[in-house]
């Protein structure tokens, strides 16, 4: 038996939520099993467990998309019992059940080892936020993106893939500009890293096809009308990187910002990305996480009490990473 998260939905579309013991013959088909040690809540994850997103696609559903843990047993060639794992993406939390539980049975393919300069901990309070804004950042790096181009926005920055985007981007020594509707929060952006602090309502509201060239690159994880306003306003061959969609999946844009000036939108997938992009993604973490300042940017919560926690990191009064403690 282990402690989960279970999603349900009655016959009548009504959703229901509870932590409970489960036995170990309802986890999935997979050939490795691990003992999840930690977890987090990410934005997806809070639409799953407050029903206010179409996440789930079947019932019942342990959300949860990433965990980090010790394999207790495996079928896989490449993965031993005793190896510490990372999960982040593949559905898991969707279609199949995921990390919010003390047990996990998922296709080992799905597995990346777990970095020597992370505990199990750490790698959950970097998680899928801070692993998708290291994808980010890799992202620019491609694209050309240098820290003397000019100074990088990053939106939403005092959530969690905004925060790590701020720590990683700072420590690299790009000119970090955080947006945030949040101003209690200059103190904590400062602390990462930002050199800057913009109100949300700056980049909110409908504006105009080019604005005031200021960004050579971007991390955007509001879409709809904040990143039209980011497109608009960034340097020639300015890159935008765009990773979410909490203000919205349309995109009130014009071409102008791409054939003006040369901008280039990068979609970045954290879900299927290719193996490679992510080990090359935990390992740069590795290189260049501040274990003392991550810890700055955690909260850490029980199991039971992540369904209050999902519906208050909707509402936006959620800083930062949360890592959820299984027993």
């Not at 992370?118 to 992202?139: D, K, S």
């Not at 039971?304 to 909707?314: F, G, I, M, Q, S």
Request: glycine share 12%.
């Amino acid at each position: 038996m282990f402690d989960a998260l279970m999603i349900e939905k009655a016959a009548d579309g009504t959703q229901s939520v509870h932590v409970g013991p489960v036995a170990d013959d309802r986890l999935p088909e997979g050939d490795v099993t691990v003992r999840v040690e930690w977890s987090t809540l990410n934005y997806k994850d809070a639409l799953a467990i407050t029903g206010r997103g179409p996440i789930v696609r079947q019932f019942p559903m342990v959300p949860g998309i990433d965990f980090a843990g010790t394999v207790e047993t495996s079928a896989h060639p490449a993965i031993r019992p005793g190896d510490r794992v990372v999960l982040n993406g593949w559905g898991v939390g969707e279609k199949q059940w995921g990390g919010l539980a003390g047990r996990a049975r998922v296709n080992g393919d799905w597995l990346v080892p777990l970095p020597d300069a992370f505990t199990t901990r750490q790698a959950m309070a970097i998680g899928t936020a801070g692993y998708t804004a290291m994808l980010c950042v890799l992202a620019l790096e491609r694209q050309g993106v240098a820290p003397d181009h000019g100074p990088v926005l990053v939106t939403g920055a005092a959530g969690g893939v905004g925060s790590v985007a701020v720590l990683l981007l700072a420590r690299l020594g790009y000119r970090v500009a955080a947006v945030t509707g949040r101003p209690g929060e200059r103190e904590y952006l400062t602390g990462l890293g930002a050199a800057e602090i913009l109100p949300r309502d700056a980049f909110s509201r409908p504006g105009r096809p080019l604005e005031k060239a200021r960004w050579a690159g971007a991390v955007d994880v509001a879409g709809g009308v904040v990143l039209a306003n980011v497109c608009a306003a960034m340097l020639p061959d300015g890159v935008v990187t765009a990773c979410g969609l909490a203000a919205g999946m349309d995109f009130p844009a014009t071409v102008a910002p791409f054939i003006l000036r040369g901008v280039t939108l990068v979609g970045i997938d954290s879900v299927m990305c290719p193996r490679a992009r992510r080990l090359d993604a935990w390992r740069r973490l590795a290189d260049l996480i501040d274990p003392a300042i991550l810890e700055k940017m955690v909260t850490e919560i029980p199991l039971t009490d992540a369904p209050a926690r999902a519906a208050a990191l909707l509402d936006g009064h959620v800083r930062g990473r949360i890592v959820v403690r299984l027993p």
